[in-house]
């Protein structure tokens, strides 16, 4: 999103032109990695189930060395045979398979995830509604770190429990960017049953800054009231739904001249 925005800021002048191509350049580079190895669906997953591992050269399908061992349980009850999103991070031999609602958002604001990308991740908001809005929209991240692993993790802040602040909380304010998103992609439903279902709580609970529990339930432990950005962030969802026109202040539209989306599979070669 940045060095898209940087790219129509910039003058056309000689200094400007260098930086647009290294831009330009930097943009096909970090689109091509996050679109290919960032990107989980049903066959993708199945993909990664299969891997064999201690690939070499630039034949190499499992690129990263992932361990299919390594893939979490849930993941597999989680994704539904239509849907995807992108994954939090791709690391040597292990990848974190959680979802986290601002940056699939932003992902589809910035035009990062391709059209078909962008429509499967609102296919993966509507089949797995329950895990990801519940009953407080919108959770941050799926699913919460447990045990002990949540206090390395998360630098162990006490508010960062299971299911609680940025392990797997629900933050009202990220209301605004489903909104967008749903509007950018033509799913303006989604984001009304959200709203609605916000509303029902947020001014009778003082408009806390976030909220706890599996489905968003319980205010949050240290939740601040008459929070200013969760009152912001429903205000710009509203706005949004009543006038569509104001999602052209915070999105991008696709950059025609993108490479095309490239699928790894056994033939894929350098």
């Known amino acids: 999103m940045a060095l898209r925005c940087a790219l129509s800021m910039l003058k056309h002048d000689a200094e400007g032109k260098e930086c647009i191509e290294r831009i330009v350049k930097r943009l096909h580079a970090l689109s091509y ?116 692993e949540w206090r390395i993790v998360t630098g162990c802040d006490p508010k960062n429990t299971r299911w609680s602040y940025h392990n797997g909380g629900s933050w009202p304010v990220l209301l605004w960017l489903l909104t967008a998103a749903c509007i950018k992609t033509g799913r303006p439903l989604i984001a009304r049953r959200a709203i609605d279902l916000a509303e029902t709580r947020l001014l009778k609970d003082s408009w806390p800054e976030y909220y706890d529990g599996k489905l968003g339930r319980y205010i949050g432990k240290q939740a601040r009231k008459y929070q200013t950005w969760s009152i912001a962030g429903y205000l710009v969802a509203k706005m949004m739904l009543e006038d569509p026109s104001h999602l052209g202040m915070i999105s991008l539209e696709e950059d025609k001249q993108m490479k095309p989306l490239l699928k790894r599979s056994s033939s894929w070669n350098c």
Request: charged share 20%.
């Open 33 to 148: 990695h996050m679109r290919s190895y960032f990107w989980l669906d049903f066959q993708q997953l199945n993909d990664i189930y299969r891997y064999k591992t201690e690939e070499y050269s630039h034949t190499a399908v499992n690129k990263f060395n992932v361990i299919p061992d390594s893939i979490p349980d849930w993941v597999f009850d989680f994704m539904p045979t239509r849907g995807g999103y992108f994954i939090g991070n791709v690391s040597p031999a292990r990848m974190d398979f959680r979802w986290f609602c601002l940056g699939n958002c932003i992902a589809i604001l910035s035009s990062l995830a391709t059209p078909e990308q962008s429509m499967a991740i609102m296919d993966l908001i509507e089949s797995r509604w329950d895990e990801l809005v519940g009953e407080m929209p919108l959770k941050i991240a799926y699913p919460a770190i447990e045990s002990h």
